[in-house]
């Protein structure tokens, strides 16, 4: 018999950003009104420089992900549209449960 405190569910959200600042908005809404405990993210189109801004727009989730841009931007300025791109966000609450085995 689980304890009374004990959750028995997860709520995961997988959603398509089309980029970080058109996606931002609709994430906010969903963590301010359903909570998910974990949130699956795709196509963010940040470079490896600015994948910290899922730290400081999301503080009540632990961030971990990758850029496709990396290859772009060895390769000096940025031509073309950005591109690509995934992040999990697993709330803080859940960091203890979780591992992360390979990036």
Known sequence: MAPANCRLSMKT???????????CSVIEDLIENDAPDVL???????TPANLSLFDS????YFSFG???????VDFGMLRGRPYGGVMILVRNELRRLTETIVT
Request: hydrophobic letters at 35%; glycine letters at 6%; zero cysteines.
């Open 13 to 23: 959200v997988s959603y398509n950003m089309r980029g970080f600042y058109q996606g």
């Open 40 to 46: 699956i993210l795709q196509e963010h189109w940040l």
């Open 57 to 60: 727009h999301f503080v009540k």
């Open 66 to 72: 990758s850029s496709t841009m990396s290859k772009s």
